[in-house]
């Protein structure tokens, strides 16, 4: 539940994809290694380096609550999945909303001040989740819940350097999604 990049120089009534795009694009920008993928929503495109969601078909976490039927397909069963894994997400943006009450209202700071602002509560954030084994945020908002986090840590790989759909990159979700349904119950 920490944030490994962060670009607050963009209005709010941006579009997603356009951020992600230029995040991407840009020199020391947002890098993502080849054979890994971010999961985004389904704002974004499916596209190689970030994994969205099936469209029209069930996703959100209430669907998938105790008394509602289990996945019937392997796309039913990769959303199920994807939403469980980006709920991990949400949780780390409302643990950093709960923390620092200065992100949850419009700002009247000049914007060089507001950037900095958001880029000390994001370093601090993460500071807090390196140095606390137990988040008193994140115990007020559920419980105490351990998640891991994944860290590429091998060498300098290849990079992601666009955000284009892809016939590859849709084969990619759909053999994902395939391996998940053959393998739904070995645990």
């Known amino acids: 539940m920490q944030f490994v990049y962060m670009l607050p120089r963009w209005e709010g009534l941006t579009g997603d994809s356009r951020v992600l795009r230029d995040a991407v694009c840009r020199p020391n920008g947002l890098k993502v290694p080849e054979g890994c993928y971010y999961l985004c929503d389904n704002r974004y495109a499916n596209s190689k380096g970030f994994l969205t969601p099936y469209k029209g078909v069930r996703y959100h976490l209430k669907e998938w609550d105790p008394g509602n039927a289990m996945p019937q397909n392997p796309k039913e069963m990769f959303n199920m999945r994807h939403t469980r894994a980006r709920n991990v997400i949400e949780r780390a943006f409302a643990v950093l909303k709960m923390r620092w009450g200065i992100l949850r209202v419009a700002s009247y700071y000049p914007i060089k001040t507001q950037i900095r602002l958001i880029m000390t509560c994001f370093l601090l954030h993460n500071f807090i989740r390196r140095e606390m084994a137990i988040d008193p945020i994140e115990a007020q908002l559920d419980g105490l819940n ?6 590429y840590d091998g060498g300098v790989p ?9 016939e590859e990159w849709s084969q990619f979700r759909d053999n994902l999604a ?3 349904w053959a393998n739904r119950y070995r645990g």
């Open 146 to 151: 351990e998640y891991n986090s994944n860290v």
């Open 178 to 180: 395939e391996m998940m």
């Open 158 to 166: 290849d990079h992601v350097e666009n955000v284009e759909p892809s």
